[in-house]
């Protein structure tokens, strides 16, 4: 059995040698595929993989139509929406994700984010505080817990709003339910985004969602850019001058936010929130495990699409 790690943004070597410590453990080969330019590199890679491991490489049905000795695609990390999941299942593709391995990361460079938010990107003038502040967490999967579970040390009052998490499993974690995505925000001075882009949720950050926030209101998001409604957010801070948007996805309109909001926007240059030594460890070798389990024993724990 031949495994493909597929990287254009390659793991540490670290993390590479403790993937291939595990997959020539169970007897399989191991090929690399880095910092690949061209499609095509990827589609010659693939044709006789039979499991492949990515991070945020798009596996698409033309990518699936060229690897016809496929078994199975583990996106090392959280988010799935660079794979084609219902083009996987067409083809008997098992998808998986590694979820939790990557959330410290992500969680530690969110609180980072806002520390220089609320420092005014430490520019020299006098900023505001932490302690006290209201932080909506909007999603409170595996990130999202992690990011109250640091954000408890700034001694912020912690909000989390979930439709598919019960009420008594965050206020367990000393954290307070709201009932719908409105009253966070209404309530909250600052908002860090956690919810996976689904066709429910992109583009369902907008104006009317936003606008209701208290003064000196804060939006920030480590979790996808899609979900962002950037008319609408630019015609917001266009409204309200006292409004921040920070984020680890660099926007389709980062030009303009740049131009228009100077001193209230930031992004970074290139998604950082899985980008720690730790984190590239966890995943990677998380994922190596998973195909291992599933060519060897069939085990489908992570699987996220339909068989």
């Not at 254009?8 to 330019?37: H, M, N, S, W």
């Not at 999941?85 to 067409?90: G, K, P, R, S, Y």
């Not at 969680?107 to 006290?132: D, I, Q």
Request: proline fraction near 3%.
């Amino acid at each position: 059995m031949k495994v493909l790690v597929a990287t254009e943004k390659p793991f540490a070597k670290v993390a590479v040698d403790g993937i291939r410590k595990e997959i020539e453990a169970a007897g399989y080969e191991l090929a690399l595929l880095e910092k690949y330019t061209d499609k095509a590199q990827l589609l010659e890679a693939v044709k006789d993989a039979n499991a492949i491991i990515i991070r945020s490489d798009i596996i698409d049905a033309e990518v699936l139509d060229a690897a016809k000795e496929l078994k199975i695609v583990v996106r090392a990390g959280a988010g799935y929406d660079n794979v084609d999941l219902d083009a996987a299942t067409a083809h008997g593709v098992c998808v998986m994700n590694t979820p939790g391995q990557n959330s410290n990361a992500v969680a530690e460079l969110a609180l980072g984010l806002l520390v220089y938010a609320v420092r005014n990107f430490y520019n020299g003038t006098s900023g505001t505080e932490l302690m006290g502040k209201k932080l909506g967490i909007h999603a409170y999967g595996n990130v999202g817990r992690n990011v109250a579970r640091v954000a408890k040390g700034f001694g912020m009052e912690i909000y989390a709003y979930d439709a598919f998490c019960p009420k008594e499993v965050i206020e367990k974690d000393g954290v307070k339910a709201v009932g719908s995505a409105e009253e966070l925000y209404k309530t909250c001075n600052i908002v860090s985004l956690h919810i996976p882009a689904t066709a429910e949720t992109k583009n369902s950050i907008n104006y009317a969602l936003l606008k209701d926030m208290p003064k000196g209101a804060i939006l920030l998001n480590t979790a996808r850019k899609e979900v962002i409604n950037e008319d609408e957010l630019i015609k917001l801070m266009e409204d309200r001058p006292d409004f921040k948007y920070i984020t680890d996805i660099m926007p389709a309109a980062n030009a303009k936010f740049a131009e228009l909001f100077a001193g209230r926007y930031f992004s970074t240059p290139k998604k950082m929130g899985a980008q720690t030594a730790e984190a590239n460890i966890n995943a990677g070798i998380a994922a190596a495990a998973q195909i291992v389990g599933f060519l060897k024993d069939g085990c489908e724990k992570f699987r996220v699409n339909k068989k």
